[in-house]
Structures are given as C-alpha cells and as structure tokens.
C-alpha cells in the first residue's frame, strides 16, 4: 500500500482564496479510496461551489494520474543497467557504457525537456562504434534521476551537476552531443569554457547541438510549456496531466510521418512520471525563463568559442522554426557548421532519423579530425622550422660561445703572464733579498774577521809593548848596579 499526500494554496491576495488537502491511498493497483478533507476560507464574494469544483478537480486529477504506469522491459533493462551518482543530497541516475572505438575518446549526451538520456537509444549502437565510452545522465527532475519537490532546478545546477560527474568519472576529455533543454546547459558550459572557469581537469574537443530553444527570441512553446509556466494553472495541469494528454503534447514536436508508436509513447510516459515526475515540471520549466535571462551570454558563447561547432536541425520543428531559428542562428553564430535533416524532420531528429543524425555528427567529426591533422601537420612544419631556428640560434650561440671562449682564454694567457711576470718579480725580490741577507752575512763576518785581527794586532801590540816594558826594566836593570 502507498500514501500520497498533496497540497494546493492559492495566493493570499487573490479574491477567490481557499485551501485544501488531498490525501489519497493507493491498494496495489486495486482501487483508489480517495478521503478529501477541505477546508475553505471564502471572503464576502467567494461561493460554495468554487471549493466544490478544486474538490472535483482534485479527485479527478488522482484518477486520471494513479497509479502510476509500469516501465517496460525496456526501459526495466535500461534501469537495471545504468548507474547513480549522489548530487548536493540527490541521486543521479547515468549510464556509462564501453564502445568499441578508442577508450580515450569520451561523448556526454545532454538530453531534453520533458524525457530522458532514454532519448538516445536509438543512435546509441552507433555511437559505441566511434566512441569508446559513451556517459548520459538524467538531469535532476528527469527520467530516472530523483524528482525532489520544491527544489530549485536551474541551468547552472544542472551544468554543477554534469561537471561534478565527469570529474568523478575521472573523465580527460569529452564530445558534447546535446538536444534542447541540453542544448542550454552546453551552452552554459561553453560559456565557462570560454571564460576559463570551467573545471581545470575536463577539456572539451567539440560540441554538437540538435534542435532546441538555443535563440529563445525564435522558441515558440508549445500551449502546455505555456500553462506549466502559470504558477497558478500548473498545479491543476500537472495533476490532471494523463497518458493520452501527454502523447499530443509530446507528439506536436514530431513530424507528421515520424511519430512515436504506442510503445514508444508508453516509455516516455513512465519515465516521466516516475517518481512521481510529473508534480514537479512547473519547476523543471523555469529554464525558458532562464534562457531570456542569460539570453546574450549563452548566445555569445557559442559565436565566440574556438571550439569546434556544429548543429543537426530537423526543419519541420514547431518549436524552432527554419523561416527565423535558422536565418538568425547563421548570422549570430557564423562560426558553426549545420547539418540540415529532411523537411519532414522535426525537433526529435535523434528518434525521427537516427542514421541521418548520426551521418551528419560523425560527417562534423571526420571535417574536424581533417582539420586537425591538418592543424597538426601545420605544428609539425612551424615545430620543424621552430626547430631549424633554434639549431641555427644555437651554431650563433656556439660561435660567440667560441669567441667569448677564445676571448677568455686570451684573457686567462694574459693573466697567467702577468702573474707570471709577478711571480718572476717576486722571485726576483725574493732573491735579491737573499742576497741581501747573503751580503748582511758577509759584512758581519767580515766585521768578525777585521775585529779577530784587530785584536790580534791589538795582542801583538800589547805584547810587543810587554816585550818593551822587559826590555827597559832589564835594561834599567843592567845600569844599576853600575852606578
């Protein structure tokens, strides 16, 4: 047994105010018991039968809606092998498959408003063929991602979003291949490409756009984009929103001989109410109003990225017409090549022409890998030439290294004789001094010698003089004794 409990407030300035509380219990698909407690607060010229009619309304908004539909075995399948990514609280609900192409080569898918990556299946296989991974969320509020009421679902969470998976997935670089509300956040992630505030470790090598609300001076919403944007006429759209009122408005945006089966139908359907979807498109649709808002640098962002560009467009899309979509996208995006599909193509060319989708993709991929190995034998000639002038920058390197070489070693001969020539004066007063001391020596033992002799001369005086002195007393001696 499952509960569900909704309310509805209408404003309290508006004449016709009231209040009430729907609770509704669901038996297995069984039946539905439907306990309605209402309570009303009426001014003077509110009536009875005005709460009688949100009472009827709501009743018939829970049978039309309750319970919710089953998922086929196909979409049970793409559920089962997908996988979830916790964002700010919520889960995400992506499928990153293998392909058979380089694992380096990465391409992220952007699905539109209201469905799902389901969108993609068809162009899926041949994708895995050029890719060699190929990563689609739901974005938050779609498909089998959480559908949190109340939240406030904008372009710039879900670009927070996409890049926070990426960065998880630990994803280099990656292809963008977007359809409308898609086309929105790819060109709010080319913005901040182009700005240099996108995460530093994604790079982006090309971006693909099909048709959507890219010029939304040119979008023409259909009548329930319209009503889900009234914030007073969404709640009863919402609620009263059934199976058969989904496929027409669903099939407007499909050509005439390229509708969707009943199959086809039944799984958007489930993917859109599933868990409980289709109470929160009244917040799922402000990015209409968004577009306006950031209309110049969305629209800027594409006419002045270097990234490659390109756009697949089906011209029966009531959404985007060619008469003034495509005349104005030429003139403010110049930049872009496009891919025109059959005029019985419409705004789902992913699942109106699938091939023709993935002839003209894959045609924009082969012109920019030309181009590329175009831009990178031209690298290869300007590293080339880079290179030849780098040699000869280095031979005038080496030769003034040569000449200041030469010019030092002349320098350091010059040195060397001078200290040469110093050494030899300094050897020279060395010696001189030597000789110095040597004549200083000499003097001394002269001047020992001459004081030698002149006491031996002294001596030999002396004795001489005692010889005398002997000699006159023994002659004084001899003439005494005579007298």
Known sequence: MSTYTHKHVRANNNPYWYSFVCKVTVHEHEHVRVNIDAYWYVNKSSTMWRTLICIFVCALAIFVTYPAPELSPDVTEWKETGKSFTFNGHNIFYHDDKGSGPASKVVVLFHGYPTSSYDFTKVWDGLSERYGRIIAPDFLGFGLSDKPVGYEYTVMGMTDMVTSLLVDLEVESFHILAHDLGDTVAQEVVARFNEGKFHPKLKIETVCLLNGGILPEHHQPRLTQKLLLNPYIAPIVMRLMNFRTYCRALGECFGSSTQPTEEEFRDHWALTRYNDGHLVHHGLIQYI????????????ALAETKLPLHLIYGPSDPVNTPTTFLVSFKKLVPNSSITELPNDISHYAH??????????YFKFLDSHLGEKKEAKKEEKKEKKEEKE???????????????????????????????????????????EKEVKKEEKKEEKEEKKEEKKEEKKEEEKEEKKEEKKEEKEEKKENKEEPGQ
Do not use: M, T
């Not at 699942?351 to 003209?360: C, H, R, S, T, Y």
């Open 351 to 360: 699942l109106e022409d699938p091939q023709g989708v993935l002839n003209g």
């Open 389 to 431: 002038k780098e040699k000869e920058v280095k031979k005038e390197e080496k030769k003034e290294e040569k000449k200041e070489e030469k010019k030092e070693e002349k320098k350091e001969e010059k040195k060397e004789e001078k200290e040469i020539k110093v050494e030899k004066k300094e050897e020279k007063k060395e010696e």
């Open 289 to 300: 109003g968004e577009r306006f808002a950031n209309r110049d640098r969305w629209v800027s």
